[in-house]
């Protein structure tokens, strides 16, 4: 049984790396995808910024060391990986320096800080996230219903059926801090990654300082989830084809 599960959790973690490959090549069906500075790594935006002036050594090695390490981090969150990537893919980390340096040189302007602006600010009431974070998901996902799900105790939990399973989606609004985490997940085997982790990043960081700023956060969110949900079905649906319910076609 359990060689079975684990069995599963490879071969998801198969097809999410897969499909983050596609992501960050920027391939169909991801060639729209939105890139949010709240779900990517750094490299990864700086590769964008600066794609026009790497030559084709460069650009090859950023990109594979992204997809490696995005590939990583599904097998380290699904099925769990002893060594750091660092030790994993040294190779990788020179290429990350060598870049880091290079685009100092290159780029004019540093992003700025902008997600700490009005830091001071209090923050909002728990009640009034859940309830703005609820109102967005359901609009923009009708297919899901909230609920109180004992799998993913301290999130603001959605889920829908597919097959005998659930697929759900996540909000981690923390305590202590002004920004919401996205996953999605599935309750057969039990498992929940970050959407930031298609684009090689640990976290996904939307950040709010008022009401306004939460919705429009959830908003930016859910259009990159509304990528990566159905394309994410699909090929769960073609690598278990039996009894498949798919809401997208």
């Known amino acids: 049984m359990m060689t079975s599960l684990n069995n599963e959790r490879y071969k ?16 169909p069906p991801f060639e729209n995808i939105p890139v949010h500075p709240e779900a990517c790594s750094e490299i990864y935006l700086r590769y964008l910024d600066c794609y026009n ?10 990109l594979k060391a992204e997809i490696d390490k995005a590939k990583f ?3 380290k969150r699904l099925v769990g990986v002893n060594e750091s990537f660092a030790n994993a893919y040294p190779e990788h980390m020179e290429t990350k320096k060598e870049f880091w340096v290079w685009s100092e040189k290159k780029i004019e302007t540093k992003p700025s800080s902008s997600h700490f602006v009005g830091a001071d600010i209090k ?3 728990k009640n009034q996230i859940t309830k703005i974070v609820k109102e967005v998901v359901l609009r923009k996902f009708p297919e899901f219903s909230h609920s109180k799900s004992k799998f993913f105790p301290g999130t603001i939990t959605f889920k829908r059926n597919w097959n005998d399973r659930n697929l759900f989606i996540l909000v981690d609004k923390g305590t202590k801090r002004k920004f919401l985490d996205f996953f999605i997940g599935l309750d057969k085997p039990l498992i929940s990654v970050d959407i930031a982790t298609f684009f090689s990043s640990a976290q996904s960081k939307y950040y709010y300082f008022s009401h ?4 429009r956060s959830v908003e930016k969110a859910c259009a990159l989830i509304a990528f990566i949900m159905p394309n994410l079905e699909r090929e769960l649906t073609s690598a278990w084809p039996i009894n498949s319910n798919s809401q997208y076609e």
């Open 12 to 27: 998801i973690a198969d097809i999410l790396g897969a499909m983050a490959e596609k992501v960050l090549k920027r391939e």
């Open 53 to 62: 002036l790497m030559d084709n050594s460069l650009k090859r090695k950023v």
């Open 73 to 75: 981090f599904f097998l």
């Open 123 to 125: 923050k909002l009431p």
């Open 212 to 215: 306004t700023d939460l919705e």
